[in-house]
């Protein structure tokens, strides 16, 4: 079998440069749960992340959850898959302010420091622009508002038409696909 195309998080070529949306949240904003049920951010989900993101300035989002002892993989340890969850919902809020639905496509993460249960992460992304249907974004996740950094993730993701999360999710109608959400 043929293996695609290893796809870098690092752009190839000179990228468009990002657009915040006209009508994107003001920076300051905090950003409503695009789904209750997320695992990252829906209120309703009992052992999700319960992310709360913030429209910042530019292309940029912020966001922030407490590692609880339903996200360790270690013994009071969060466990990687779900940090890289955090970065993944994060990056993916850049979606508010370019108001573009997108999936990920590619997720580079660097864990650089264990992240304790009980730690409030502190994570911030923003789009560095277009090439094509790819957008590129990086994000940083601190131990604090300005402490240590404990991951750095490169992400790609692929523009997509409303009609991705009917045609491949449930109970969604193309009227409930807001153009500016990604999985609602
Ligand atoms: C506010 C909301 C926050 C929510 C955050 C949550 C975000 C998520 O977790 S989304 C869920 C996880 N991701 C997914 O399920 C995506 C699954 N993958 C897919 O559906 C498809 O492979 C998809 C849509 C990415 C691409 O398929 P398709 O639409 O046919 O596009 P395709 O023609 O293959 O590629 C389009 C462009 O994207 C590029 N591309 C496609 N896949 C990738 C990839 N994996 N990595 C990098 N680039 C890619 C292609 O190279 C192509 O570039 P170019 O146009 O320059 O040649």
Not at 36 to 50: D, F, I, K, M, Y
Not at 102 to 116: A, C, F, N, Q, S
Not at 142 to 149: A, Q
Request: hydrophobic share 35%; charged share 20%.
């Amino acid at each position: 079998m043929i293996e695609p195309p290893t796809r870098s998080a690092t752009p190839q070529r000179e990228l468009e440069p990002p657009e915040r949306h006209p009508e994107a949240p003001a920076p300051g904003t905090v950003l409503p749960s695009h789904y209750e049920n997320c695992v990252a951010c829906g209120p309703s989900h009992p052992t999700g992340l319960r992310l709360v993101s913030t429209a910042g300035p530019e292309v940029s989002i912020s966001g922030e959850f407490t590692v609880t002892a339903d996200h360790q993989g270690a013994p009071g340890l969060a466990h990687g898959g779900v940090l890289a969850l955090a970065l993944d919902e994060t990056l993916g809020g850049l979606s508010w302010l370019l108001r573009r639905p997108m999936v990920t496509g590619r997720l580079e993460t660097d864990y650089i420091r264990p992240v304790p249960v009980g730690t409030t992460l502190f994570l911030t992304a923003r789009c560095l622009g277009f090439a094509g249907r790819r957008m590129y974004a990086k994000a940083v996740g601190r131990l604090g508002p300005e402490g240590s950094v404990a991951l750095r993730a490169s992400a790609v993701f692929v523009v997509v038409p409303p009609e991705h999360f009917v045609e491949h999710g449930t109970d969604m109608t193309t009227e409930q696909v807001h153009d500016y959400e990604v999985n609602p």
